[in-house]
């Protein structure tokens, strides 16, 4: 897996929560190139918000939630005008 597994990007996310396991698993991607200010900002206010944790993703540590936060457009989950996949 890609190094950038680990960057955390606010008090209580890290990157693998907000992103799909293909941009980890691609040696020639930067996963923190999908870093958006929406997806670094959004998800840490609602967490605060409502005083409690949220599972975003849960892939890369063993559990079932791969796309939940950003999808490739190429990804058969979603709608295709999801924001999910804007």
């Keep these: 897996m890609n190094r950038e597994l680990n960057t955390k990007v606010s008090k209580n996310f890290w990157l693998a929560e907000l992103l799909p396991p293909e941009l980890f698993k691609n040696p020639r991607v930067m996963p923190v190139w999908y870093l958006t200010d929406f997806l ?47």
Excluded: C, M
């Excluded at 540590?61 to 989950?77: A, Q, W």
């Design 40 to 86: 670094a900002t959004v998800p840490q206010k609602l967490r605060d918000e409502l005083g409690a944790p949220i599972t975003i993703n849960s892939w890369f540590n063993g559990g079932s939630y791969s796309y939940s936060g950003l999808r490739l457009p190429d990804i058969e989950v979603g709608a295709n005008l999801s924001l999910h996949k804007k």
